[in-house]
């Protein structure tokens, strides 16, 4: 399996002894060693896939990087974290990844209607297996706990991903953006219930 770790918070770097890693196309900052590098692309297979990317453009262009050497990832001099996954599904905003292990399975989750006016939260990706994931966020990544008596509602532009036993919704409520101070937008959040995490950013996109 791959090694990811951080160089700095800003720098992701990736020991590759044989294996495969993705990400975005254009983070690659430098590397050493023998390695190649192939476009991909990213978005799932199948119908959902291609509704996701017709309908969001969020047909993201990938990388895949193969061969033994060590490859240095940023962008835009995001924070970097990188999240560990023992058999479990994270489900993560396009915007918000970084780079992955191949041995991981990637997915389209169909979050609503609700969000169709923006694209945000409308399709997101889903990530799950054994291996590591690295999202990048404005500002250090946050993570709170979501409990059956504590549900957690986020701003949609605030929100990163999440996993566990989660249930995600859209709830409107018209003075959202009037008393956070935003008079423009969709006034409504996402709520989760459940069992599990959410990650969010401390910045809007």
Known sequence: MTSFRNNTDRLLEVTLQGEKVLAIAGAMVAYTGSVKFEKSLLGGEGIFG????????EGMQMMQASGTGTVYFAHNAAEITIIPLGG???TIESSSLLAYDTT??????FAGLRGAASGQGLFSTTVEGNGSIAVISKGNLIMLAVTPSSPLRVDPDAFVG???????????DVNWRTMVGQSSGESYQHKFTGT???FIQPAER
């Not at 291609?50 to 453009?57: D, P, Q």
């Not at 991981?104 to 989750?109: D, F, I, N, Y």
């Not at 999440?162 to 409107?172: C, L, N, R, S, T």
């Open 88 to 90: 479990e599904k994270l």
């Open 196 to 198: 599990g995490v959410v």
């Open 162 to 172: 999440f996993k566990g036993d989660i249930k995600q919704e859209f709830v409107f």
């Open 104 to 109: 991981l399975k990637t997915g389209t989750s």
């Open 50 to 57: 291609a509704i996701k990317r017709k309908v969001t453009s």
